[in-house]
């Protein structure tokens, strides 16, 4: 209540620079209407409990930034401030999807659990724009918009599923002549359910990598004992005041860099990577420490050279998780990926040491969980639409195949296009900012790559195809996106084909990302807001920064 909005002392008010009249404004000046705005962005963002607005040091900090501002009750924010905003952003984001190119949005939807074990159903909707007359000018072509989340039930099952992902369908996309494309998820029962039904549905790759390296750890109890031995040195040197200080010297002494260990999360292989990586690089510091302090756990020569391969192994699936989850990776990078993946896997087998039954696995379960893409006509033609990669990968028989394939396609579109070639559109301002580093699996795309002889031209779907794969394939760090925006007006319908694929993201991680925040906790600690509120915040949480907050 205003009670507590306890006034600041004049003297204190006497040393601010700002404005000391006492005239209030009101509601409708225009400083007053975005200071409440911002207050109720600020509410959505942080997912504060609208009595925020009530606390006395939120009130004191307005009363001296701005005397003549007088903050509504809690009451005006849950009521009018938040279901307007979520009002005004939802048009925003239909305006938005007006504006897909091919008149498609793909999706990733999954499970979300939030720290208080309630489970919701997310839908995020991707889609690729060119010229937008909404959208504010940005670095690529990429969009995407959280467009539902709802709590579900514990015991939920694929027909309830179905029908609340219909639902939104229905709402968001159908209504307004929109197609729905495919269905990036990591969740087995949304999968199943979508691909019985009549709609396309691919596992998430960043998820199936997780199930291989997972399955390839505990493959072999070498390394899940070295695993171990590392847990338990880390987490001796974070609780031994006396382990930090010492550390802390020899790595001054030693030169080096002054890092703290890394104390993994069992579950998540990648922090137990890092984890590893950590150790290692502090390797002369960790083996002086455990003796002067006395570990029960030392790491011998052997398990260093065992933990050297670990991580020689584990580095080109970091590389392949974090590359595929950026927020421009597209579905066309996932049979390239597998292909380079299987060849570091053979190579690992004469690089590494002591670790061959955990290669073995990984071999395995890459063909067991993967293999199936590689035969997948939604994979094919984003991989041949792509012209970084176009039918480098496939073989001869294959690449035939897939470019008649291809032609069907485009005829079933009833092509009637001018094929006029133009510029490939890897030139100026067409490589994406993404750095790949020294590192980058990518550089064995060069050893697979195959050039393509030209061939005759006959009719118009198939002098497009021909044309578009006679062109040399593009470098990796070119968007295949801003070459298809250079062709469309040559190759209209071409160009459309290749956006329906290349605009679907190949892992559900950047959706995930949307609702993670450092201070996690607090972000999601939402006992204190009812269910009915909650879901419109994390609306506005999730989209607001991907508007722009231009609503």
Same mark, same amino acid.
């Not at 382990?243 to 993994?264: N, S, T, V």
């Given at each position: ?10 003297? =204190? ?10 005239? $209030? ?21 942080? =997912? ?56 498609? +949005? ?12 309630? *489970? ?13 007359? +909404?959208?504010?000018?940005? /670095? ?5 918009? =959280? ?5 579900? %039930? ?11 992902? *219909? ?36 596992? &998430?790759?960043?998820?199936? +990598? ?22 338990? #040195?880390? *987490? ?25 260990? #890394? ?17 290692? *690089? ?41 590359? @595929? ?11 390239? @990926? ?12 004469? !690089?590494?040491?002591?670790? %061959? ?62 094929? $006029? ?26 050893? @697979? ?25 593009? !470098?990796?760090?070119? %968007? ?12 209209? +319908? ?9 605009? &679907? ?26 269910? /009915? ?19």
């Amino acid at each position: 209540s205003t009670n507590n909005r306890v006034p600041l002392s004049t003297d =204190l008010l006497g040393s601010s620079s700002f404005d000391e009249t006492t005239d $209030k404004f009101s509601d409708t000046h225009p400083v007053a209407k975005k200071i409440t705005s911002l207050v109720a962005e600020m509410i959505a963002l942080d =997912l504060q409990p609208y009595s925020f607005v009530d606390n006395i040091g939120f009130n004191r900090l307005l009363e001296y930034l701005q005397p003549q501002y007088s903050l509504p009750s809690p009451s005006y924010f849950s009521h009018t401030a938040i279901p307007e905003m979520y009002d005004s952003v939802k048009e925003i984001i239909v305006s938005h999807l007006k504006e897909a190119e091919s008149g498609v +949005v793909h999706f990733t939807s999954g499970i979300w659990m939030s720290n208080q074990t309630r *489970e919701y159903l997310t839908l995020t909707a991707h889609w690729v724009t060119f010229g937008s007359r +909404v959208r504010p000018q940005c /670095e690529d072509y990429h969009c995407s918009a =959280l467009l539902n989340v709802s709590q579900i %039930d514990c015991d939920y099952n694929g027909i309830s599923i179905q029908k609340q992902l *219909e639902y939104w369908w229905e709402t968001w996309i159908t209504s307004i002549g929109l197609q729905i494309g495919i269905t990036v998820t990591d969740n087995q029962t949304i999968g199943k359910t979508l691909n019985e039904g009549e709609h396309s549905s691919v596992q &998430c790759f960043c998820h199936t +990598v997780n199930l291989i390296v997972n399955e390839a750890i505990k493959s072999q109890r070498m390394v899940q004992n070295l695993l171990s031995i590392s847990r338990k #040195i880390c *987490e001796r040197v974070h609780r031994s005041p006396k382990a930090k200080e010492k550390l802390a010297e020899l790595q001054k002494e030693y030169h080096l860099p002054q890092h703290q260990l #890394i104390q993994d999360v069992p579950s998540k292989w990648s922090t137990s990577f890092h984890m590893l990586e950590r150790l290692i *690089e502090q390797k002369r510091a960790i083996d002086e420490m455990s003796i002067e302090c006395s570990f029960r756990e030392l790491i011998s020569c052997d398990q260093w050279e065992v933990m050297q391969s670990v991580c020689h192994a584990l580095k080109p699936f970091e590389v392949a998780s974090r590359e @595929m989850s950026t927020h421009m990776s597209t579905l066309s990078q996932v049979i390239p @990926m597998i292909h380079i993946l299987n060849r570091k896997i053979e190579l690992l087998f004469e !690089e590494t040491m002591g670790i %061959d039954t955990m290669l073995k696995s990984l071999k395995e379960a890459m063909v067991s969980r993967l293999s199936s893409i590689l035969h997948d006509p939604r994979y094919i033609f984003a991989t041949l639409l792509d012209p970084r990669y176009k039918t480098s990968l496939f073989t001869e028989e294959e690449a035939e195949q897939y470019k008649q394939d291809l032609i069907r396609e485009l005829e079933i579109l009833n092509a009637t296009s001018d094929d $006029k070639p133009v510029s490939n559109g890897c030139g100026i301002g067409s490589t994406s900012k993404i750095s790949y580093g020294d590192n980058s699996l990518w550089s064995l795309m060069e050893d @697979m790559k195959k050039a393509k002889l030209p061939k005759e031209k006959t009719t118009l779907p198939e002098e497009m195809v021909l044309l578009y794969l006679e062109e040399e394939v593009l !470098e990796h760090n070119c %968007d295949p996106l801003t070459y298809w925006n250079f062709k469309k007006s040559s190759w209209p +319908v071409l160009s459309k084909l290749a956006v329906r694929f290349l605009g &679907c993201p190949p892992s559900i991680v950047p959706s995930e990302r949307l609702f993670s925040t450092s201070n996690e906790s607090i972000s999601f600690s939402q006992s204190r807001l009812t269910m /009915e509120h909650f879901e419109k915040l994390i609306f506005l949480k999730v989209n607001l920064p991907l508007i722009y907050f231009q609503y």
